[in-house]
């Protein structure tokens, strides 16, 4: 089974500061990366993924991963972060597209 | 489209009772999962399906039951409850056949087993 590891269970931030979070996952073979964000009371929506071609892949509000083969991590980035990014993150990886595996979560908390 | 659909939103049993969390989705996907979410320990999978007819157990299967008699529908049973089965249950859906997509998520079922 695949194991996916987010060392930072809380991240506080200031506003307009950048923010990482990051993620490490235990496969040698290729896989598919996600990250997932949850606002409270809510289900997991999809912020990014990486399935093959270029590392860098970008959401539509501003955050950012990069796959490092090398590794073996998946961070996710935001260069300025806003109130509303306040929320639960989560990475998941998917070795054969069908059984996902997910972190424990990073609670990301923005500072007025 | 209404997405993933779940119901209860919130659920409250006696140990040793029976329910059935129910899951419906309407876009016609062939991959259907179920979760659950305690503090601490991410999402962890309990069974899941790949299409109608066809399931198989998760990271934490024990203690819950499911069916894919359909393709819209994958309802959750839980046999007889536990305080340990206190959690949030989030059920997912993706399309198969054309390669990874993102899992669709419902907006989960808070259960709380006394």
């Known amino acids: 089974a695949q194991s996916v590891t987010q060392l930072d269970s809380q991240v506080p931030v200031f506003e307009e500061a950048p923010v990482e979070l990051r993620c490490n996952y235990s496969?040698?073979?290729?896989?598919?990366l996600f990250w997932y964000v949850q606002y409270p009371n809510q289900g997991l929506q999809l912020l990014l993924k990486y399935l093959s071609g270029s590392t860098l892949v970008e959401s539509i509000n501003g955050f950012e991963a990069e796959f490092n083969k090398s590794q073996t991590s998946f961070h996710l980035r935001k260069p300025s972060v806003h109130i509303s990014d306040t929320a639960e993150y989560f990475c998941a990886v998917s070795v054969s597209g069908n059984q996902f595996y997910f972190g424990t979560g990073t609670s990301l908390t923005v500072i007025p | 489209n209404a997405g993933v659909t779940q119901t209860p939103k919130f659920q409250v049993l006696k140990t040793g009772q029976s329910m059935t969390l129910q899951c419906a989705q309407d876009?016609?996907?062939?991959?259907m999962s179920w979760y659950r979410q305690d503090p601490g320990m991410g999402l962890r999978l309990i069974h899941y399906?790949?299409?109608?007819?066809?399931?198989d157990q998760g990271e934490v299967p024990n203690g819950y039951n499911v069916s894919r008699s359909t393709t819209e529908d994958f309802p959750l049973r839980l046999l007889s409850a536990a305080p340990s089965q206190t959690s949030v249950y989030f059920c997912?859906?993706?399309?198969?056949?054309?390669?990874?997509?993102?899992?669709?998520f419902g907006p989960g079922t808070r259960l709380t087993v006394l």
């Open positions: 876009m016609n996907h062939e991959y």
């Open positions: 997912a859906s993706s399309s198969y056949h054309r390669g990874v997509n993102e899992q669709f």
């Open positions: 496969s040698s073979v290729s896989v598919y």
């Open positions: 399906s790949v299409g109608a007819g066809i399931t």
